[in-house]
T-cell receptor, first 112, second 112 residues
Framework: DAKTTQPPSMDCAEGRAANLPCNHSTISGNEYVYWYRQIHSQGPQYIIHGLKNNETNEMASLIITEDRKSSTLILPHATLRDTAVYYC?????????????FGDGTTLTVKP | NAGVTQTPKFRILKIGQSMTLQCTQDMNHNYMYWYRQDPGMGLKLIYYSVGAGITDKGEVPNGYNVSRSTTEDFPLRLELAAPSQTSVYFCASNRGGENIQYFGAGTRLSVL
């Protein structure tokens, strides 16, 4: 799986959009971008994933650049409960038994 | 719906003791994984399984063993516990097709 690079930490004001970047310059054509988050010491939770088109669900939006070398996770109206570590992962799904490399992620702190 | 259940939640071991961390899932997922997470770090894959009777090593398998006799259960065995195995252990499952993993709540293990 391709490696990803994320900033170690970010702050965001409550109610504002949180934009979390991820670089994955070695991504290959069949690899998807996945985002997970981990609140306190709970197990990570899946947020969203995409291949090349922008995606949106009830939790977040995912914007993938046209060359697919980077992406941005957007939490449109961050709340204090969104404070967590966010992991960006690139994975080919079944082609690699679903194995994922979780790096150190970005610690997002949402402030009142 | 229970999802992925891990037991115990906490455990303290003495150096040289052995134990089994239990993981069971009720989603009929083929793929299962064991990760460890050291303080302030990301998750590292220990072992994974693509189905009953099939297991393979991840990034950090030394000191651990696994078995997968049923689809539901994927126990992780620690033999001769060492202080370096003090960590939080997460089990996850994935139905396959897409790399959407569902995580348990974790087992916090201290080896003293």
């Amino acid at each position: 799986d391709a490696k990803t690079t994320q900033p170690p930490s970010m702050d965001c004001a409550e109610g504002r959009a949180a934009n979390l970047p991820c670089n994955h310059s070695t991504i290959s054509g069949n690899e998807y971008v996945y985002w997970y988050r981990q609140i306190h010491s709970q197990g990570p939770q899946y947020i969203i994933h995409g291949l090349k088109n922008n995606e949106t669900n009830e939790m977040a939006s995912l914007i993938i650049t046209e060359d697919r070398k980077s992406s941005t996770l957007i939490l449109p109206h961050a709340t204090l409960r969104d404070t967590a570590v966010y992991y960006c992962i690139v994975s080919g799904g079944n082609t690699n038994a679903g194995k994922s490399t979780f790096g150190d992620g970005t610690t997002l702190t949402v402030k009142p | 719906n229970a999802g992925v259940t891990q037991t115990p939640k906490f455990r303290i071991l003495k150096i040289g003791q052995s134990m089994t961390l239990q993981c069971t899932q009720d989603m009929n997922h083929n793929y299962m994984y064991w990760y460890r997470q050291d303080p302030g770090m990301g998750l590292k894959l220990i072992y994974y399984s693509v189905g009953a009777g099939i297991t393979d090593k991840g990034e950090v398998p030394n000191g651990y063993n696994v078995s997968r006799s049923t689809t539901e259960d994927f126990p992780l065995r620690l033999e001769l516990a060492a202080p370096s195995q003090t960590s939080v252990y997460f089990c996850a499952s994935n139905r396959g097709g897409e790399n959407i993993q569902y995580f348990g709540a974790g087992t916090r293990l201290s080896v003293l």
